[in-house]
C-alpha cells in the first residue's frame, strides 16, 4: 500500500460523498476507469503545503506542515458540510514528491510542486487553493497575505477571502501577486495561496495552533470560497 498514487489517496479522502456510488478496489494496484467517472462535478483542490521531510518554516517545535493539515483538513469538512465538492491532496504527514516516480528531476522540490499541479490535471478542478504559514524576521509583522495568480477570477477570489480573513484577524493585510510562484504560474485553473498568519508573531502563532482558531480560520477561508462560487 506504500506505492498507492496520491490519486488514490484522493479517492479515499472523498470516500465519504461518493461510497453510495461507487466501490474502491482493496487493491492498491487496481486502477479506476476514469476520474471523471469518479469526481462526477468539479472540485475544489485544498493544496495541503509541505508534509513529510519537508516541514515548511517553523517556531521551536511549531511546524508549518501541521497546521496546514489542521486547517486543511477542517476546510474540506466545512466545504463537503456545505455541499460543495472538495479534495485534499494530503491527508497525512507525507511529501507529495513520494508520489511523484513520473519527472526526471533532482530536486525534490520541483518533484512536489509538479506533483501538487498534475493533481489538477488529474481530476475535474473548479480552483486550487493552496494553504501555508509566512515568517518573517520582523516579529511585529502579522495577519494573513492571499497571493493571486494574474488572471482575474483569481484576482476575485483572493479579494474575497483577504478582505474575509482581515475582518478575522483585524488586520489590514493586501493581497498580492503570486507571479514568481510555480503553482501559481503553472496551474490552468483559477487559484491562490493562502499564507494564514506569520509564525514568527506570537499573536499569529497563537491563533495557528490553537484548535478553536483552527476552525474558525477554516470557516472564514470557506465561507469566502462560498460567497465567491455564488458570484460566478
Not at 479506476?32 to 469518479?38: D, L, Q, T
Not at 472540485?43 to 503545503?49: E, L, R
Not at 489590514?172 to 498568519?197: C, D, W
Amino acid at each position: 500500500m506504500k506505492q498507492i498514487r496520491t490519486f488514490h489517496r484522493l479517492l479515499l479522502t472523498s470516500i465519504l460523498i461518493f461510497i453510495s456510488c461507487h466501490t474502491w478496489s482493496s487493491s492498491a494496484a487496481a486502477e479506476p476507469a476514469s476520474m471523471n467517472e469518479v469526481f462526477t462535478h468539479p472540485v475544489i483542490v485544498i493544496d495541503v503545503g509541505h508534509g513529510g521531510i519537508d516541514g515548511g518554516t517553523s517556531h521551536e517545535n511549531i511546524l508549518e506542515k501541521n497546521i496546514n493539515l489542521e486547517i486543511g483538513t477542517r476546510l474540506y469538512l466545512m466545504l463537503q458540510k456545505h455541499g460543495i465538492h472538495a479534495v485534499l491532496n494530503r491527508t497525512g504527514d507525507y511529501a507529495l514528491s513520494e508520489d511523484n516516480h513520473w519527472l526526471n528531476n533532482k530536486s525534490r522540490h520541483r518533484r512536489d510542486l509538479a506533483q501538487r499541479r498534475q493533481l489538477t490535471e488529474e481530476i475535474p478542478t473548479e480552483m486550487l487553493v493552496s494553504l501555508h504559514v509566512n515568517w518573517n524576521k520582523n516579529r511585529s509583522r502579522r495577519g494573513p497575505v492571499v497571493l493571486y495568480k494574474e488572471e482575474g477570477r483569481s484576482i476575485m477570489l483572493a479579494n474575497i477571502i483577504q478582505n474575509a480573513l482581515n475582518k478575522h484577524y483585524g488586520t489590514h493585510m493586501e493581497m498580492q501577486s503570486g507571479k514568481p510562484f510555480y503553482l501559481l504560474r503553472r496551474v490552468n485553473q483559477p487559484a491562490v495561496i493562502i499564507e494564514t498568519g506569520f509564525i514568527s508573531n506570537s499573536e499569529d502563532r497563537r491563533m495557528l495552533c490553537d484548535p478553536k482558531e483552527q476552525t474558525a480560520i477554516a470557516s472564514t477561508i470557506a465561507g469566502a470560497l462560498q460567497y465567491y462560487l455564488s458570484l460566478l
